[in-house]
C-alpha cells in the first residue's frame, strides 16, 4: 500500500555529518507523522527522532542537539540531518510513517528497509 525508501546512509568519521531522505509513496494515503528509528548490533531499536503533521518533534536524549529532523509534506518526505556523528550512532536507520486510516480513524505504521550508518575513523 504504502512503500517508504530510504536513501542517504554511508560511512562518516566522528564528527562528521550525513543526511537521511525518506519518501512514500504507494496509493493514496495521508501521513500523521513520520520518524527514525535506529538499531544497533544486538540492541533494541529505538526513536530516533519524529515529526507530527502538527510540526511537534521529539529526539531521543542521545542525539538531542546534533540531529535535526524536517519534512516536506508536499513530497511526502522526511529528512535527518545528522551532525557531529559519533561512533555509537552507528546503526541500522529505518524510516516509519504513521499513515491514517481512510476515514481518518486509525493510523498504520510502515517501515523502510533501513539505512547503514556507519560512523568509525
Known amino acids: 500500500q504504502v512503500q517508504l525508501v530510504e536513501s542517504g546512509g554511508g560511512l562518516v568519521q566522528p564528527g562528521g555529518s550525513l543526511r537521511l531522505s525518506c519518501a512514500a509513496s504507494g496509493s493514496p494515503f495521508s501521513i500523521n507523522a513520520m520518524g527514525w528509528y535506529r538499531q544497533a548490533p544486538g540492541k533494541q531499536r529505538e526513536l530516533v527522532a519524529a515529526?507530527?503533521?502538527?510540526?511537534?518533534?521529539d529526539y531521543a536524549d542521545s542525539v538531542k542537539g546534533r540531529f535535526t529532523i524536517s519534512r516536506d509534506i508536499a513530497k511526502n518526505t522526511v529528512y535527518l540531518q545528522m551532525n557531529s556523528l559519533k561512533p555509537e550512532d552507528t546503526a541500522v536507520y529505518y524510516c516509519?510513517?504513521?499513515?491514517?486510516?481512510?476515514?481518518?480513524?486509525?493510523?498504520?505504521?510502515?517501515w523502510g528497509q533501513g539505512t547503514q550508518v556507519t560512523v568509525s575513523s
Open positions: 516509519n510513517a504513521e499513515v491514517w486510516s481512510r476515514l481518518r480513524v486509525s493510523v498504520n505504521n510502515y
Open positions: 515529526i507530527t503533521s502538527g510540526d511537534r518533534i
